[in-house]
């Protein structure tokens, strides 16, 4: 059935000149489900999840949310559509504090004539819904006035972790949200990374670790030359053969 | 838990609301300079501490004060504004010729008309194009400074009507003259304060010299806001002009060259970092005084006034070296 399926991708294709990044590639993200995407560089994961973001436009193929067709035309519409993008990149401004990363672009400003006639932000309602949602995701900070240069890199990603969950209300990707880390703050981003799940929110995780892929998703869609070759569940397969799989060492209809 | 109580603890002091903003620790160290030069030189001389030599350094601070001020927008996006300088020399001198006509007010504006188109070229080479502001800036300066003389024919005009030269004039308290000027540089810096710490459009800029990436990638409008950073700045430049006139009652094409170098020295003084992102006005306003005080009171004080440079390059480079420290403390 279709009817749990968030988010789901038919007949993706994107050629950059020659290279083909997406060749005809399907994808289904399930209600409540941490969804891995393992693929070798180059297989066309980032292409695959800025396709699904509206921040490369396919030339071929359809995208459902919730079963609707959805044509994102930018990043912004995706965002409109409920689907919040970790990119690879650590997307935070270091210099704002916690609460000014989290409102970037989109800042409430005061009732009344304060608001609308001088523009006032209104802080103290932002740092309220700051301090809920690192609490929600159980983030430890000093105050939610630090600036963000101050905090570890861990907390650095937890609070780009901490935006996209605030504000996405069907989906959340991740695209490596761990590759820049130490082991325990990774650790600290895969907890925060189930505590969304927890919260309600489907996620993408996009991560060469195969140890933090097999420890947190649910399933696991492998990425190969551009498409979809196999999706498979960490309980039934092992990480040896999803990397033979993933590499092209195994046919993915030789698993058991 | 625990972050429910920091919000709580966090709102009470936001109710203490402006006053910290301006003392956050970015103007603190520059709040802290100016007011131990200030106790310096009113205990090593006689003449610097009375109000009529202060109300003398505010109206020395406010030229390049006010250049400073659009100068702090332009570097809190990580660029900088060779031509700020230039720009209000060519308004001041289109404003000076206009002026002989009578029509004063036509000319100003004629002269804020100037301010915002070269505003406007600067910003759209910079946001438009990407093109570095260094560069763009510089070009600019250098055409403006040539434009200027050619068009006055290397001539200066002078400036005899009252409105134009109306910021120099002021309410007397107590025998100290406060002059418009001196009022109007003031009210710049709270209303550009505000706008930086208070609205969305504040918090942008800062986020756009931080980490461009980032704030595009949030869906704020990287370029929109350069632009109007460079026009906020424009006119500010214009503002800057209009002081100008008021100061020395000649529009002058070859005066204020070092304007624009001046204003980038009160910006960095004042706490403003280079790499964008970080600082802000009340800083800059600071940072302008330093430097005036520094030149009243070592001449008070029977110093060459060459010690002045020193004193100020000292200062410059112990402001990046801050700024510096404060922005590696925590990258590994
Ligand atoms: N903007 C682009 N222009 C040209 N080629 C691109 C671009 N983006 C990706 N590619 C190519 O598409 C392929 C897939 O890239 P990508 O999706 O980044 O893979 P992955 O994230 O799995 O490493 C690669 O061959 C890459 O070189
Ligand atoms: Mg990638």
Same mark, same amino acid.
């Given at each position: ?256 | ?129 990407? #093109?570095?502001?260094?560069? =763009?800036?510089?070009?600019? +300066? !250098? &055409?403006?400074?040539? *434009? %200027?003389?050619? @068009? ?64 595009? #990638?949030?869906?704020?409008? =990287?370029?929109?806001?350069? +632009? !109007? &950073?460079?026009?906020? *700045? %424009?006119?500010? @430049? ?80 112990? *402001? ?13």
């Amino acid at each position: 059935m279709t009817t749990d399926v968030v988010l789901q991708a038919r007949g993706l294709t994107k050629h950059y000149g020659h290279v083909v990044a997406l060749d005809n590639c399907d994808f289904d993200l399930r209600a409540g489900e941490i969804l891995a995407v393992i693929g070798d560089n180059g297989a066309g994961k980032s292409t695959l999840i800025k396709a699904l973001t509206g921040a490369v436009v396919p030339d071929a193929g359809e995208i459902r949310l919730r079963g609707e067709p959805v044509t994102f035309r930018s990043a912004l519409d995706a965002r409109r559509a409920g689907i919040e993008t970790v990119y690879q990149e650590l997307g935070v401004a270091p210099a704002l504090d916690i609460t000014q990363n989290l409102y970037l672009g989109r800042e409430q400003r005061r009732k009344g004539i304060l608001g609308t006639v001088f523009r006032k932000l209104d802080k103290p309602a932002m740092r309220r819904g700051s301090a809920r949602q690192m609490a929600d995701l159980g983030i430890r900070v000093q105050s939610i006035r630090q600036k963000v240069d101050t905090l570890s890199g861990g907390q650095r990603q937890a609070v780009a972790v901490a935006r996209v969950a605030a504000w996405a209300t069907s989906v959340v990707i991740m695209d490596e949200p761990t590759a820049a880390l130490g082991v325990r703050e990774t650790n600290q981003v895969l907890r925060l990374i189930e505590r969304v799940r927890e919260n309600g929110l489907p996620v993408v995780l996009i991560s060469h670790n195969m140890p933090n892929v097999f420890e947190v998703a649910d399933r696991i869609h492998i990425h190969r030359l551009g498409r979809r070759i196999a999706v498979v569940e960490p309980g039934r397969t092992t990480m040896e053969e999803a990397v033979a799989v993933m590499t092209g060492a195994k046919q993915p209809e030789d698993l058991a | 838990m625990t972050q429910l109580d920091d919000a709580v603890l966090l709102e009470k002091e936001d109710r203490a609301g402006p006053l910290r903003a301006a003392l956050s620790s970015q103007t603190a160290g520059p709040l802290a300079a100016l007011v131990l030069a200030v106790v310096i030189f009113s205990a090593t001389t006689d003449s610097f501490l009375n109000a009529g030599n202060l109300s003398l350094i505010a109206q020395q601070s406010v030229v390049v004060g006010t250049l400073a001020l659009g100068q702090t927008l332009v570097i809190l996006t990580a660029g900088i504004d060779l031509s700020n300088g230039a720009i209000m020399v060519l308004a001041s001198v289109v404003i000076g010729n206009l002026a002989t006509d009578g029509n004063v007010f036509g000319a100003l504006l004629a002269g804020l008309a100037v301010c915002l188109v070269l505003g406007l070229l600067n910003g759209v080479l910079v946001a438009q194009f990407s #093109l570095p502001p260094f560069i =763009v800036t510089l070009g600019v +300066l !250098s &055409v403006l400074t040539a *434009a %200027a003389r050619l @068009y006055t024919d290397s001539q200066s005009y002078p400036i005899d009507s009252a409105f134009l030269t109306a910021l120099n004039g002021g309410p007397t308290v107590g025998g100290v003259t406060i002059t418009y000027g001196v009022l109007l540089w003031i009210g710049l810096t709270a209303i550009l304060g505000y706008a930086l710490t208070q609205t969305a459009w504040g918090v942008r800029v800062y986020a756009v010299g931080d980490n461009p990436r980032a704030a595009a #990638l949030t869906g704020i409008k =990287v370029k929109r806001v350069l +632009l !109007s &950073v460079y026009l906020t *700045a %424009a006119v500010v @430049y214009a503002f800057a002009a209009w002081q100008a006139l008021g100061r020395t009652p000649t529009a002058d094409p070859s005066g204020y060259s070092t304007a624009n170098l001046d204003s980038i020295t009160a910006v960095v003084i004042g706490g403003t970092s280079l790499f964008g992102g970080r600082g802000g006005v009340v800083g800059t306003l600071i940072g302008a005084l330093i430097v005036t005080v520094l030149a009243n009171g070592l001449t008070q004080a029977g110093i060459d006034s060459l010690y002045q440079q020193v004193a100020t390059g000292i200062l410059v480079v112990i *402001a990046v070296a801050v700024d510096h420290f404060v922005r590696t403390r925590q990258t590994r």
